[in-house]
C-alpha cells in the first residue's frame, strides 16, 4: 500500500512496466529510455514512419483534463508504432468520485486494453491507477497535478542531451511557475540523476515551492544571478488564473523581473539554449525574439516528444508483458 | 566438436559473394550488416570486396521483432542506419547466424519500410539449421550441426570467436 | 455484598501514584477495597489478570460517529464497541453527523443509540453554530441541559472573527466549556497534507503550519478576551504547544489534546500517496511529532483517537480526492503502546493523558481508588496482534496499518463496575 511511486513502475528485475514518475529511476534507466528515443528519431525520418512494434496492442488516452497538445503527440506515438488507440475525454465532474473512476477503468480493462495514458488533475492519480486499480495494465503519467509529467521531462532531456551533447555537469535554469509545475518537478528528478551540475529554479517567492532545495534543486528570485553561467534555460508556462489567485500582481510585472529576454538571456553562457513545453505567451514568459531566436529550441521539442513517447510505451509494454509471460511460466 | 576458423570462413564467404554477385549481374551492391554480429560480418566482406564505406548500412531489428511479448524490448536498441535511399538498390542482407529465419523475416519487413529495393541477397556466416521459415541463405558460409539445446554465438568484433553454449 | 475480584493485575494510576500488583474487589458499580479483602460479603467472580494492567478507563476528547447519517460507515453501537477495544469507557462524540448535533433531540437520538449498544459512553458535544455553518449560535444552553459535555463546531469554520468572539461570549456566561479548533479555513484552503519537502515533492497542496498557529493567536487572544473555559482539540504542530504553553504563563486556563495519530506518523507516511494518511489536522513533520511528544509526556496534552470511520471506497481515490481520517480505535492501544515500547511515550504520561486530564477537563472522576466508581480497562501488553480488516469492531477498514504485527490488546472494559467488553 505504501510503495514508493518509482517502486510501483518497475518489474521484479528493474524494468519499467508503468511510467509514472522520473524520481527514484536510475541513471541506466533513463539513459535507455533517452537511447531507445533517439532510435526511434531516426524512424521517424523514414517514408514509412510506422514500426509494427505494438501491433495488435489497444492504448486508450484517458484524459480527465483537455490537453489537445499532449494527447496528440500520444496519439501519434501510440499510431507510428502500430498500436489501435481510442481516445477519451473524460471530464472530471463525471468522475468526482473514485468509485466513478475505478468503473470506468475497469471497464477499459475488461476491454483488454494494454495501455492507458492517463492525465488527471489529482496528484497521484496515476499511481493511484497503476498501484490499485489496474496494475496489470502499462499506466503512462501524462501528467498528474502537480506531481509529475514525466514524458516531458524526459523530451526535454533528449532535448538537452542532444544540443548540449550531454547533461552531465551542465547548469540548468527552470524559470516561472514552479509550484503548480508537474513538468518542472519532473525534470528536476531527472537532471539530478543524469548527472546535471545544478539544477536552479527562478520565480517569486509565492511561485516557488517550500523546501524546493529537498527536491535537490536551488531557489532564486531573480534572472541575473538565476542565469549566470547556465547552458539551459527552461521557461514554464504561466497559467492565466495565477493572477487571480493572489499570487502575480501582473502579467507585466512578471515579464518585466522573470520573462526571458535577449537581455536577460545574456547572463546566461553565450550557447546556452532555450526551451518551453509550450504553449508559449509570447511578451509574458519569453519574447519573441528569444523564442525564435538561435539558441531556442523549442521546436526540436516538439518533434522529440514523439519520439520519446514511443520510447516509453515500447519499454513499459515490454515490461508488462514480459511479466505476464514470466506469471503464466 | 572443432569450431571452424571464422576468419578463414569468412574469406570463403566474400569469395562466394563476389562470385556470386557476379553471376547475378549485381553492380554497386548496399551491404547491411544486421546488428550485432551481423554487422562484424558485413565489415569483413566490406574490406575483402573493397566497397566504399557509403555502399553499406547498419539494420536494428529491434522494433520489428516477433517475440516481443515474450521476450520484449531489448534494452539496448541503436537504432538502424541506412543511406538516405535504398530505393531500386541490390542489398546484401547479412547476419552471423540463421536459425529459425525469423530475424531475416523482420530485417526485410524493415527494409521495406525504408523503400522497395531492387533485390535482396541473404549473406550468412554460419547456418545451424532448425527453420520455422521458408528462408535460405543465398550465399552461406558453413553449416553447423549442433546438439539439442545447443546454441552458437559470435563475439567480435576484433577477433572474431565462436562459443558454444 | 458480592464481589468481582480482579486478582494479580499491575494496578496503574499514575495521577494517584498507584503502580502495583494488587487485588481489587468491586462491588455496586465502585470500588469496594484495594489490597486487601473487605471485611463483609463474597466473591462472586474473580479474574486472574496476571500479566495485565488494570487502568483508569479511557475518556475519548473527539472520535467522529458516523451515526446519525452515514450508516455505510459505521454505527453508534459498532464505534462504540470499537471503541472498548481501546479501552475508552467514555467518548466525546464530535456535532458533525447528519443532521449535525445542533438540536437536543439528535442528542437524545444518540444517546438512546448508545444507551442501547450499552459499550462506551457516549459524551456528546453539542455544535456551537448552527447547521455548524459558522453564523448562527446554536441553542448552546439547551445542548447542555440535555447532556453536552461541552460545545464544538468541529473542524469547520466560523464565518468571521466576530462570530467567533460572541460564541465565546455567549458561552462564557454560562460558564459553558467549548471545544476549538485552530484551523484558519483560507490559509488551509486546497491543502491535502502538511506543507513541507513531502508536499513538495508529491505535488500535493500543503496545509501551512501557519493554518493552525494563526487561528490558535486568534483563539488565545479571544479566549482571554471573553474568559470562557475553553479547550483546544487536536493541534498538531510545535509551534502550538509552545503558544499554550505561553499562554498559560500568562494565567490563562486553556487545555488542548493531540490525536494519537499526529504522535504516531509523520508527513512522510503519505509518500507513495497512501490515502490512509489523509488526515485531518494533516500528519506533520518529525520536528512537530517529537514537540507533541514531549508536551504529552509533560502532562501538557491530552490524547485522542480523532478516530474517523470510512468504507473502503471512501478512501479508493487519488489522495486529494479521498475522504480524510483514519478508523483508530481498533489500533489505537498497539500503536500508543508501541510508542511506549520505543522509549517515546512514557506510560505513565499515555495513561494520564487519556483518563485523569480529560476527567478533570470534563469535571468528571476516572481513578482507581476506594469508593471510586469503577471505570477501567484490562489491558494485555504483550500479546501479538497482526492487524487485520477482517477482525476490526469498527465498521471502518480505512485503518493505518494493515498487516502489521504489534503488541497490546484490551482484554476486559468495566463502566460503572459493569463488564460490558
Known sequence: MTTHPSQVQLTEDGRLKHFLTTEGLSKALLTEILDTADSFISTQERGVKKVPLLRGKTVVNLFFENSTRTRSTFELAAKRLSADILNLDIAKSATAKGETLMDTLWNLEAMYSDMFVVRHADSGAAHFIAEQVTPNVAIINAGDGRHAHPTQAMLDMLTIRRHQHSIEGKVVAIVGDILHSRVARSQIHALRTLGAAEVRVIGPGTLLPRDIEALGAKPFYNMKDGLRDCDVVIMLRLQKERMNNAL?????????????????????????????PGPINRGVEIESAVADGPQSVILHQVSYGIAVRMAVMSMAMSGQQTQATEEQA | MTLPNIEQICQQLAHDLADYLQQQNIHNPLLVGIRTGGVWVAERLQSQLQLSDDATGVLDISFYRDDFTQHGLHPQVKGSELPESIEDRHIILVDDVIMSGRTIRAAMHELFDFGRPASITLVCLLDIGRRELPIQPDVCGTRLDLADGQLVKLGGPNPLTLTIA | ??????????????????????????????????????????????????????????????????????????????????????????????????????????????????????????????????????????????????????????????????????????????????????????????????????????????????????????????????????????????????????????????????????????????TGYNSQFHAQPPLRSEHDRQALLAAVNAGELCISSNHRPHEIAAKKAPFSDAEAGMSLFDVFIPLALQLVERGELQLSALIQACSSQPAQLLGMEQRLSEGATFNAALINPNSQVTISRRALKSRGGNIPCPGETLNGHVSAVFIGGRHVF
Not at chain 3, 35 to 60: C, M, N, R, T, Y
Not at chain 3, 79 to 100: I, N, R
Not at chain 3, 104 to 111: D, E, N, R, T
Request: with cysteine; proline share 5%; glycine share 8%.
Open chain 1, 248 to 276: 502575480l500582481p501582473s502579467e507585466s510585472e512578471f515579464f518585466k523581473l522573470y520573462g526571458l529576454t535577449t537581455e536577460k538571456l545574456a547572463f546566461a553562457k553565450p550557447n546556452a539554449i532555450v526551451m518551453h
Open chain 3, 1 to 270: 455484598m458480592r464481589y468481582l475480584h480482579i486478582t494479580n493485575a499491575r494496578v496503574l494510576d499514575p495521577a494517584l501514584g498507584l503502580d502495583q500488583v494488587i487485588d481489587v474487589y468491586v462491588a455496586d458499580g465502585r470500588i469496594q477495597a484495594i489490597g486487601h479483602k473487605p471485611h463483609a460479603g463474597e466473591i462472586e467472580h474473580s479474574i486472574d489478570a496476571s500479566g495485565q494492567w488494570l487502568v483508569p478507563g479511557f475518556i475519548d476528547l473527539g472520535a467522529h460517529l458516523p451515526e446519525p447519517g452515514y450508516p455505510h460507515k459505521g454505527t453508534i453501537g459498532s464505534e462504540t464497541q470499537a471503541a472498548c477495544a481501546a479501552g475508552f469507557t467514555h467518548v466525546c462524540a464530535l456535532p458533525d453527523s447528519k443532521p449535525v448535533a445542533d438540536s437536543p433531540a439528535v442528542i437524545k437520538l444518540i444517546q438512546e443509540k448508545a444507551n442501547q449498544a450499552g459499550y462506551a459512553r457516549v459524551l456528546p458535544l453539542g455544535a456551537l453554530t448552527q447547521g455548524l455553518e459558522g453564523e448562527q449560535l446554536a441553542n448552546m444552553v439547551s445542548l447542555t441541559e440535555v447532556g453536552c459535555v461541552a460545545l464544538s463546531n468541529a473542524r469547520a469554520p466560523f464565518k468571521d472573527s466576530y462570530v467567533l468572539r460572541r460564541v465565546m461570549e455567549y458561552a462564557a456566561t454560562y460558564d459553558l466549556l467549548l471545544f476549538l479548533t485552530a484551523n484558519d479555513a483560507a490559509l488551509a484552503a486546497g491543502g491535502c497534507m502538511h506543507e513541507g519537502p513531502t508536499a513538495t515533492r508529491l505535488g500535493l497542496a500543503g496545509v501551512p503550519e501557519t493554518a493552525e498557529t494563526v487561528a490558535l493567536a486568534q483563539l488565545l487572544l479571544l479566549i482571554e478576551q471573553t474568559g470562557v473555559r475553553a479547550h483546544i482539540s487536536q493541534i498538531s504542530c510545535a509551534r502550538s504547544v509552545r503558544m499554550l504553553n505561553h499562554a498559560r504563563q500568562q494565567g490563562l486556563r486553556v487545555t488542548a489534546d493531540v490525536a494519537l495519530a499526529n504522535l504516531v506518523y509523520t508527513d512522510e507516511a503519505v
